[in-house]
């Protein structure tokens, strides 16, 4: 049998690595997801909003994001 991983992680799995390569990683260096050249940046938006419930990503009062130490 073959795992295949779920569309849901591969999309988190791309948010994080599209922050990663746009070095936000603190508020100053923030980004907006298409910003970032992610693929339809808000098509998921209820997993955006777990990974800033989970403290993966934050969000500035602008909208921007950035990854969380």
């Not at 569309?7 to 922050?19: Q, T």
């Not at 934050?58 to 969380?68: N, R, V």
């Amino acid at each position: 049998m073959t795992f295949l991983p779920s569309v849901f992680y591969m999309r988190k799995i791309k948010i994080i690595s599209s922050l990663m390569s746009a070095d936000a990683f603190s508020a100053d260096n923030a980004k907006r997801l298409d910003e970032t050249g992610l693929i339809n940046p808000y098509a998921f938006s209820f997993l955006t909003v777990q990974m800033i419930r989970r403290n993966v990503i934050s969000i500035t009062g602008d909208g921007k994001c950035y990854l969380c130490k």
